[in-house]
C-alpha cells in the first residue's frame, strides 16, 4: 500500500507538469480564432519578422559550424596546457544570461576602438541587422561547440591515421573520415542552434535594438506589440516560435542529438 | 640490409613514454613487438607511421630519414585491431582509397581492387558496407586495403586481437602466406607469444616503453635475458617440428621427439602444450594419454599458489603443479620424472 501511495503521488505530479505545459501553450495558439491568427501571421511586421528571423539565423547558424568545428577539433583531439581553462571559457556563455552577453558585445562594438575602427570599415553591428546576427552568433556558439566537441571526441582518431597513411594530408584524412562521420552531430547541433538563434532574445535587444521594420525579430516582435497592446500580433509571432520549437524538438531528437548535449 | 633502423626514439604522450628505443628490422623479415598492455609498443608502431613526432631519436625506413615526413610521405601501410574501414564507404572504395590518393587512373584503381580483393577471397563483398561484415571479413578488407598499395612496410597492430580463434587461425595463415608471397617487411604489434611464435622471424619484447630483448623466437624463448622476458614468454611450451599425418593424426618430430596431436597439418609448425595439461609423476603411468617421455627436473620455480617446473625431456617441457602436489611428490632438481599428456592437448599453431 506505502509503495502504491509513493508511486501514485509521482504519477500524479508528472501529470500535473504535463498539463501545465499544455495549457502555457494551448493558450496561445487558442487565444486568437485560427482565422484571425493566419491573419496576422501574414501581416506585413509578423511576415517582415519571419523572414529577418530566418535569415539571420540561418547566417549564424552558419557562422557557428565553420568556427566550432576548427575549435571543437582542437580541443577534442590535442592536448596543451590551460586546455581545462579554455574549454570552461568557452562553455562560459552557454550558462552566462543572453543580456549580459549583449552588453558585452555592445561595449565592444559600441565603446572602443576596435568597434569603431569595424564601423568605419563598414562592419555596423549597433543597432544593425549584422548586430542581431553577431548576438545570435555569440550566445549560441557555446552549444554548438559543446556538440562538436563530444561529436568529435566519439570518432575513433585512427579512421584518420589510416587515411593518412594511404596517401592523405592531415587535413584531407579529417575531410574524407572524421567530418563525414561527425555529421548527425552536426546536423543536430545546426538544428538546435538554429532554434535558438530563431527565439534569441536578450542579446539581440541589448546590440541590435528593438526597432519596428528595421532589427524586428520574431522574439522582438513579440516584445514590442506586446508592450503597444497589440495581442494578437505577439500571438502570431509566438505560435510561429512554438511551430519551430516542436520542428527543432523533433528533428533533434531523430538524431539522437540530445545524448551528445552532455 | 636493413629496411628500418630506429635510433634513440624518445617520445612522450600523456601517460606513455618511449625510452630511447633502438631497433632495426631487415629488409622482408616478420618481424613481432610483444609487450603487455601499456608497455608502449603501439606507439612505437605509429610512430614509425609518422602519427607522432618524436620528441628526439630518428626513423630510417629504406635508408631514407622520415623523421620529418608525413605519414603520406612514408609508403607505409598500417592495420589496426578494430579494423578501422571506413564506414561511409563501401568495401570497394575502402580498398582503393590508397590507389586514388597516389594518383592512379580510375580503370587501374579499379582492376587492382579487383585483383586484390581475389587474393584475399572477399571478391563478393566489394558493394557491401562495412557494418555489414564479419570481423574476419573486415580484416580481410583492412589487409586489402593495406597492401594494395604495395608498401614498402606493413605495419599491423595486434591485427588478429578482436577476432574468434577459428577466424584469428585462418587470418593468421593469411598473414604468413601474404609474406611469402609479397615478402613485404613486416612490424606486427601483439601481446600473445603464441601468435609471435608462430609468424616472426625476429621478435622484440618490450614493457614499460624499452626493449628488454630482441632475436629469433626460439632464443627469445630459450634464453630469455631477464626476469621480465621470461615471465612473459615462459608460460607455454612452444617448439618447432615437422609434421607428418598418420592414421587420422599428426606425429611431430621436434629435436628427434615425436609428439602425437589430434590437430591435423602437414609440414613444418609450430606446437604448443599448456603447462597445466601435462601429468608429471615419479613412476610410468599408463593411460590411454599417447605421449609419454621421461627426463630430468632442471629448474623449480615456486609461485604463490602453483610451483612451475622444467623438465628436460631431449626438450624442455615447462609443468606447472599445485603446491599441494609438488610437496606430496618430493621432488628436487636432477629427479627423473615421466611426463604424460594427451593427444588432445597438443596444439598446432
Same mark, same amino acid.
Given at each position: 500500500m506505502q509503495r502504491n501511495g509513493f508511486k501514485y503521488a509521482n504519477i500524479i505530479l508528472m501529470l500535473l507538469l504535463s498539463l501545465f505545459i499544455f495549457t502555457l501553450i494551448f493558450e496561445i495558439v487558442t487565444h486568437a480564432d485560427p482565422l484571425s491568427l493566419i491573419a496576422n501571421i501574414i501581416s506585413p511586421e509578423i511576415q517582415f519578422a519571419i523572414h529577418l528571423s530566418l535569415l539571420t539565423s540561418v547566417i549564424s547558424t552558419f557562422m557557428c559550424i565553420l568556427i566550432t568545428i576548427p575549435v571543437s577539433y582542437s580541443l577534442a583531439r590535442y592536448d596543451f596546457h590551460g586546455k581545462a581553462i579554455i574549454n570552461t571559457l568557452l562553455d562560459l556563455p552557454m550558462a552566462l544570461p543572453p543580456i549580459v552577453a549583449g552588453l558585452g558585445l555592445l561595449l565592444i562594438f559600441g565603446t572602443t576602438s576596435f568597434g569603431s575602427y569595424l564601423a568605419d570599415a563598414g *562592419?555596423?553591428? $549597433?543597432?544593425?541587422v549584422p548586430g542581431i546576427i553577431m548576438a545570435q552568433f555569440a550566445v549560441n556558439v557555446s552549444l554548438m561547440l559543446r556538440i562538436m566537441r563530444s561529436t568529435f571526441e566519439g570518432i575513433n582518431p585512427r579512421y584518420e591515421h589510416v587515411a593518412q597513411t594511404l596517401g592523405c594530408t592531415p587535413f584531407q584524412a579529417f575531410f574524407r573520415t572524421t567530418l563525414p562521420l561527425s555529421k548527425n552531430g552536426m546536423l543536430a547541433g545546426s538544428v538546435i542552434t538554429w532554434s535558438r538563434g530563431m527565439g534569441e532574445f536578450g542579446a539581440v535587444l541589448m546590440l541590435a535594438g528593438a526597432t519596428r521594420m528595421k532589427t524586428e525579430t520574431l522574439p522582438i516582435a513579440l516584445y514590442l506589440n506586446i508592450s503597444s497592446g497589440e495581442l494578437d500580433l505577439a500571438i502570431a509571432a509566438a505560435s510561429i516560435l512554438i511551430l519551430i520549437s516542436g520542428i527543432t524538438l523533433y528533428l533533434f531528437e531523430r538524431k539522437g542529438g540530445v545524448a551528445k548535449l552532455c | 640490409m636493413n629496411m628500418i633502423e630506429v635510433s634513440d626514439l624518445l617520445i612522450e604522450i600523456g601517460e606513455f613514454e618511449l625510452k630511447r628505443i633502438n631497433l632495426f628490422v631487415k629488409e622482408g623479415e616478420y618481424f613481432c613487438i610483444l609487450g603487455p598492455t601499456g608497455s608502449g609498443k603501439t606507439i612505437l608502431l605509429e610512430s614509425i607511421a609518422g602519427i607522432y613526432r618524436p620528441d628526439m631519436g630518428s626513423i630510417l625506413i629504406n635508408r631514407h630519414?622520415?623523421? @620529418? *615526413? =608525413?605519414p603520406k610521405d612514408r609508403n607505409i601501410s598500417v592495420v589496426y585491431q578494430d579494423f578501422m574501414l571506413f564506414p561511409n564507404m563501401n568495401i570497394r572504395d575502402n580498398i582503393g582509397f590508397g590507389l586514388k590518393y597516389k594518383g592512379y587512373e580510375k580503370s587501374v584503381i579499379e582492376d587492382k581492387v579487383e585483383k586484390t580483393a581475389e587474393f584475399l577471397g572477399?571478391?563478393? *563483398? /566489394? @558493394?557491401?558496407?562495412?557494418?555489414? =561484415?564479419s570481423g574476419g571479413e573486415k580484416q580481410r578488407t583492412a589487409i586489402a586495403r593495406a597492401i594494395i598499395t604495395e608498401p614498402d612496410l606493413l605495419l599491423l597492430d595486434?591485427? *588478429?586481437?578482436? /577476432?574468434?580463434p577459428g577466424t584469428k587461425a585462418r587470418l593468421r595463415q593469411e598473414l604468413l602466406r601474404i609474406h611469402q608471397l609479397k615478402k613485404t617487411t613486416t612490424i606486427h604489434v601483439t601481446h600473445s607469444f603464441e601468435g609471435a611464435f608462430a609468424l616472426a622471424d625476429r621478435i622484440a619484447i618490450m614493457h614499460g616503453g624499452k626493449i628488454h630483448q630482441v632475436g629469433t623466437p626460439d632464443e627469445v624463448f630459450r634464453k630469455p635475458n631477464s626476469a621480465f622476458v621470461a615471465s612473459f614468454v615462459g608460460v607455454e611450451n612452444l617448439f618447432h617440428g615437422t609434421s607428418v599425418i598418420k592414421d587420422d593424426q599428426s606425429e611431430i618430430l621436434i629435436n628427434g621427439l615425436i609428439i602425437i596431436s589430434n590437430a591435423l597439418k602437414s609440414g613444418n609448425v609450430s606446437v604448443s602444450i599448456r603447462p597445466e595439461d601435462i601429468l608429471i609423476s615419479k613412476d610410468p603411468i599408463h593411460s590411454s594419454a599417447q605421449n609419454s617421455f621421461s627426463g630430468v627436473l632442471t629448474e623449480i620455480t615456486r609461485m604463490r599458489a602453483t610451483v612451475n617446473l622444467v623438465i628436460d625431456a631431449v626438450i624442455p617441457f615447462r609443468v606447472v603443479l599445485t603446491k599441494r602436489a609438488y610437496d606430496d611428490m618430493? /621432488?628436487? $632438481?636432477g629427479s627423473w620424472v615421466y611426463l604424460t599428456f594427451k593427444a588432445s592437448a597438443t596444439h598446432i599453431i
Open positions: *562592419l555596423k553591428f $549597433v543597432f544593425t | 630519414n622520415v623523421t @620529418d *615526413l =608525413l572477399i571478391s563478393h *563483398l /566489394l @558493394d557491401r558496407y562495412p557494418s555489414t =561484415l595486434e591485427p *588478429l586481437y578482436a /577476432l574468434d618430493g /621432488l628436487y $632438481v
